[in-house]
């Protein structure tokens, strides 16, 4: 095989750089994707010693929200896949911070916080609010009211 058969010609290499240039300044997708990881990591850093995560940590706010829900609730609920979510209430389980029960009707199982799991989301919350104070200074606070409401926006139009 040779470089004419691998590389792009001079005008494909040409407009693809341009495609990727007009991305690069104008993708909604990357700010979600670099505000979500700048976000996430400042959750992280002050859960750290809590030995908790803040995907973990949104996930039994959920549960203290919404009360005791199965899975696929849940899943609906937080437009989250089935499958990544089982697997994340596992996790929770095996930390004693979710109980997983058997519906009484026997369709499934019900999740909800355990008496340690609500005692972290407790004794975590200044942690969280702490947190919530950095990114509303790093993103503005008009800024982060922006964001606050489309997501707000976009939860409700999921649920209807």
């Known amino acids: ?6 590389r792009p010609s001079t005008e494909l290499a040409a407009q693809a750089s341009e495609a990727a240039h ?7 997708g990357t700010r979600v994707r670099v505000l979500s990881r700048t976000i996430t990591r400042i959750f992280d850093e002050h859960f750290r010693p809590f030995d908790a995560t803040g995907a973990q940590l949104w996930l039994l706010g959920a549960m203290g929200f919404f ?5 696929s ?3 609906r609920a937080l437009s ?9 209430i596992q996790r929770l389980a095996e930390r004693g911070w979710v109980v997983i029960d058997d519906q009484d009707s ?5 999740v909800s916080l355990s008496v340690t799991g609500a005692e972290l989301l407790v004794k ?13 200074t790093i993103l503005g606070g008009d800024e982060a009211d922006v964001l606050r409401q489309l997501g707000n926006r976009l939860w409700r139009d999921q649920e209807g």
């Open 80 to 88: 989250m896949d089935k499958s990544t979510l089982s697997r994340n």
């Open 73 to 75: 609730e849940l899943a």
């Open 1 to 6: 095989m040779t470089d004419a058969d691998v």
């Open 124 to 136: 975590i919350q200044p942690a969280w609010a702490a947190a919530q104070a950095e990114v509303r």
């Open 106 to 110: 026997g369709r499934g199982q019900l």
């Open 22 to 28: 007009a991305m690069a300044r104008e993708c909604l």
């Open 67 to 71: 009360g005791a829900k199965s899975p």
